[in-house]
T-cell receptor, first 114, second 113 residues
Framework: AQSVTQPDIHITVSEGASLELRCNYSYGATPYLFWYVQSPGQGLQLLLKYFSGDTLVQGIKGFEAEFKRSQSSFNLRKPSVHWSDAAEYFCAVAGPAGTYKYIFGTGTRLKVLA | DAGVTQSPTHLIKTRGQQVTLRCSPISGHKSVSWYQQVLGQGPQFIFQYYEKEERGRGNFPDRFSARQFPNYSSELNVNALLLGDSALYLC????????????FGPGTRLTVT
């Protein structure tokens, strides 16, 4: 069965420091992968997506993610975190063809120290 | 352009009652999906509708139902509410039947007391 694991429930970084959020997936075929961000009380905003091609994808707000098939990972990175990046981050994989659903991880809550 | 809109924003209901949540997709999008997000967890897929037909269903009881209208807006209905139905209900729209680029609305916060 398809699944997404985000091993870190909470991460705290200082403003200006680099960030890496981990995501591991289980999927039999080539996955479609996504990172979303959710601010408190808000819906989900798409940061970036991977469908195929270049394994390093660029997103909005200075985020990037790298797809590593050998490690079944799709980690999110940002070289310098801003206080406004504090939010919850969700990794998702598009479900198998015919099910039309996203499977989300449990999320990583990011706290940014001034 | 307007994004996905949902109404109401917040809702408080009593156990056993019924609730209807509404979603309007982005203009031109024909697919609507519904997700339930319980506090502290990731969203869980409930339904997908495309061209007014159900195309996908998650592991939710029959108390949950949905429909899509000719203008592609959608309603999610939940009957016989339980305390465990308290959650943020998210609607997402996409252009085609394969929701490989979904855009989410702000959600409806449902509290069941």
């Amino acid at each position: 069965a398809q699944s997404v694991t985000q091993p870190d429930i909470h991460i705290t970084v200082s403003e200006g420091a680099s960030l890496e959020l981990r995501c591991n997936y289980s999927y039999g075929a080539t996955p479609y992968l996504f990172w979303y961000v959710q601010s408190p009380g808000q819906g989900l905003q798409l940061l970036l997506k991977y469908f195929s091609g270049d394994t390093l994808v660029q997103g909005i707000k200075g985020f990037e993610a790298e797809f590593k098939r050998s490690q079944s990972s799709f980690n999110l990175r940002k070289p310098s975190v801003h206080w406004s990046d504090a939010a919850e981050y969700f990794c998702a994989v598009a479900g198998p063809a015919g099910t039309y659903k996203y499977i989300f991880g449990t999320g990583t809550r990011l706290k940014v120290l001034a | 352009d307007a994004g996905v809109t949902q109404s109401p924003t917040h809702l408080i209901k009593t156990r056993g009652q019924q609730v209807t949540l509404r979603c309007s997709p982005i203009s031109g999008h024909k697919s609507v999906s519904w997700y339930q997000q319980v506090l502290g967890q990731g969203p869980q897929f409930i339904f997908q509708y495309y061209e007014k037909e159900e195309r996908g269903r998650g592991n939710f009881p029959d108390r949950f139902s949905a429909r899509q209208f000719p203008n592609y807006s959608s309603e999610l209905n939940v009957n016989a509410l339980l305390l465990g139905d308290s959650a943020l209900y998210l609607c997402a729209s996409s252009f085609g039947v394969n929701p490989y680029e979904q855009y989410f609305g702000p959600g409806t916060r449902l509290t069941v007391t």
